[in-house]
C-alpha cells in the first residue's frame, strides 16, 4: 500500500471537520485511515464456512449455493450495519489506490466463489463437491485475510504472492 494509506479518509485534508470526520468513522467502526469496514468481509466469511461445511455434510452445498456476489455498497445497502450509509460514503471517499487494490482482491473472491459455486451445479458427485469447495477455501482465506490488512491500514500485503497460491 501507498503511504497515503495511512492518512485518514477525509471530506477535507486538513482541520476540525477532518478530526470530526475521522471520529464519526471510529466510532461506527469504520477505519479512519482506509474509509473501510470490516463488516464486508462477514460477505465472504458467510461464503467460507458454507464452504467449510461441505467435507462432513456434502448437502450444505445447496445452502453455498445460495450465496450471490454482493458489492460493497450492495452489502451495505441490505445489512442492518447501524452506520451503512457512512460506511457506504466512506468508502466512495476512500483514497483510490486503498480502494483499488481492496476491489481487487475482492473481486477475485467473488470471482473464485462464483466459480466454484458454477462448477458445483454441473457436478452430481459429492466427492468432487467436497475437492470444489476444500480448494474454494484454501484460494480465498488468506484472501480475506489480506482484506482486513487493507481495510485496517496494515503493512503491505503481498498480493501478488497470495495470488499465485
Not at 489506490?97 to 467473488?110: G, W, Y
Request: charged share 20%.
Amino acid at each position: 500500500m501507498s503511504s497515503t494509506a495511512s492518512q485518514p479518509a477525509t471530506r477535507a485534508q486538513t482541520g476540525p471537520e477532518a478530526a470530526a470526520w475521522a471520529e464519526r468513522l471510529r466510532v461506527a467502526n469504520i477505519n479512519p485511515r482506509t474509509g473501510l469496514a470490516t463488516d464486508y468481509l462477514n460477505h465472504f466469511n458467510e461464503a467460507v464456512m458454507l464452504l467449510e461445511m461441505i467435507p462432513d455434510m456434502p448437502e450444505c452445498a445447496e445452502d453455498f449455493l445460495t450465496w450471490s456476489p454482493l458489492s460493497y455498497a450492495e452489502h451495505f445497502t441490505a445489512s442492518n450495519f447501524k452506520a451503512r450509509d457512512l460506511a457506504i460514503e466512506a468508502y466512495e471517499k476512500a483514497e483510490p489506490s486503498v480502494r483499488t487494490q481492496f476491489d481487487h482482491i475482492t473481486d477475485t473472491m467473488t470471482s473464485i466463489l462464483t466459480a466454484v459455486g458454477s462448477a458445483m451445479r454441473e457436478v452430481e458427485k459429492d466427492t468432487t463437491r467436497v475437492r470444489l469447495a476444500e480448494q474454494a477455501t484454501l484460494w480465498v482465506k488468506p484472501l480475506i485475510a489480506a482484506c482486513g490488512g487493507i481495510i485496517n491500514g496494515g503493512a503491505e500485503a503481498d498480493v501478488d504472492t497470495i495470488m499465485a497460491n
